[in-house]
């Protein structure tokens, strides 16, 4: 009687699939596919970072939602009807001005960009002008007859018209904390002084042309649903079909002369160079740190010498101008040592400390209390006054 014995045939087993495959060295190189994973995720993430537009956090912009931005008021002028343009530089101003004759540009120069030239080309090409908080040179290149005159009073945040402008009328009241006063025009939202001239936070030409708001606080979208805020914003710039929203910055500044920025000049890649370096970094610390261990802190005896202390307690009062309370400190300590000295007590008086002083060193007591009661004026006699009581200490100690 044989006995056979059953062999699996490995031609009749089915082929192994690439997938099986590289399951199997998935499940052999945990930790490398793990790493792989997540390098590609960060890799992904710091692309689409660099590649999406980064958002317009600029205070009172068109395209802002944030709390300081102006995106509130630029919707619902237009949802009334308003074509609103937001523009980012001089060049597509000038262009969008120069398409839609007899529009209203809305102007916030913030850091006074614009030079007289480039003002007065706007002034031409731009039916009406709204101007947020100009500073003196702006106001002064518009020439629009309209001067700065001060700050609304401090505690004063709710502003009555104060005037028969239609737009300041209809609006009423509005919230306008630490705005900036204007004189010359016609002023509204303001107070006038019993010898000067009128001032408001919203001024307007002779001409009617241009219009100064003095604050950016009722425009943007945290205040803008306070008193009659909203109001006054879209009768003041919705007074035309078309709105140029224009906030200049670093790139109009002598433009169009100005030399490209450090950011122009860079090519497009240099974008992801800075995430990639902070995620290496990262890495780094995380492979280094875990191969170190935790840190352990151990408790090491510090000499610092006396001299070191005293200078460096020196310089503080130096740097921080504390000459008062260097002269108390010097006195101090001379009272100190002259009482122990003597083997007074340590709650002795300072006239109990000259008047022995003095009768030991045969010299007048007005004279030793007046050295100790001194006030020097400056760093430079508090100097000299310091060299005074170590000449007195010396005297006690030698005699």
């Known amino acids: 009687m044989t006995q056979e014995t059953l062999v699996p045939d490995d031609s009749a087993a089915p082929p192994s699939s690439g997938g099986n495959r590289a399951l199997d060295w998935a499940r052999k190189h945990r930790g490398l596919a793990l790493a792989a994973a997540v390098l590609v995720l960060a890799l992904a993430l710091v692309a689409a970072n660099a590649l999406a537009a980064p958002p317009d956090s600029r205070v009172l912009s068109a395209r802002n939602p944030g709390p300081s931005g102006a995106q509130a008021v630029a919707r619902i002028l237009g949802n009334h009807g308003v074509a609103v343009h937001p523009v980012d530089d001089f060049s597509a101003a000038v262009e969008v001005l120069s398409g839609h004759p007899d529009s209203t540009l809305f102007l916030y120069d913030a850091g006074s960009y614009l030079d007289s030239g480039q003002l007065q080309r706007l002034k031409g090409l731009a039916g009406r002008i709204i101007v947020v908080a100009p500073r003196f040179a702006t106001l002064q290149d518009l020439d629009a007859g309209i001067h700065q005159a001060g700050v609304v009073p401090e505690g004063t945040e709710i502003l009555e018209p ?60 945290a205040d803008l649903a306070q008193q009659g805020n909203a109001a006054l914003a879209i009768r003041s710039l919705g007074f035309s079909g078309s709105l140029v929203w224009y906030l200049p910055g670093v790139s109009d500044y002598n433009s169009p002369g100005s030399e490209r920025t450090l950011n122009e000049l860079a090519p497009p890649w240099a974008n992801l160079l800075g995430p990639w370096l902070i995620f290496v970094a990262a890495l780094a610390m995380v492979w280094r740190g875990r191969r170190l261990g935790p840190l352990v802190f151990e408790p090491l005896p510090v000499v610092v010498k006396a001299g070191e202390t005293a200078y460096g307690r020196a310089r503080l009062y130096h740097n921080a101008g504390a000459t008062d309370l260097a002269r108390n400190n010097l006195r101090a300590g001379t009272l100190a040592r002259l009482a122990s000295h003597f083997r007074m007590p340590a709650d002795a008086s300072a006239d109990y400390v000259a008047r022995r002083t003095a009768e030991y060193l045969d010299r007048p007591y007005a004279e030793v209390l007046a050295l100790l009661d001194k006030t020097p004026a400056g760093e430079a006699r508090l100097v000299e006054w310091a060299q005074d009581l170590n000449k007195l200490e010396q005297e006690v100690a030698e005699r």
Not at 166 to 188: E, H, K, M
Request: proline share 5%.
């Open 162 to 221: 104060g005037c028969r402008d239609t737009d300041a009328v209809a609006a009423g009241p509005i919230l306008a904390p630490d705005a900036f006063l204007y004189s010359g025009g016609s002023t509204c939202y303001g107070a006038r002084a019993a010898d000067g001239p009128e001032t408001g936070v919203m001024a307007r030409s002779s001409t009617g042309d241009i219009t100064v708001l003095g604050s950016s606080g009722f425009l943007s979208n």
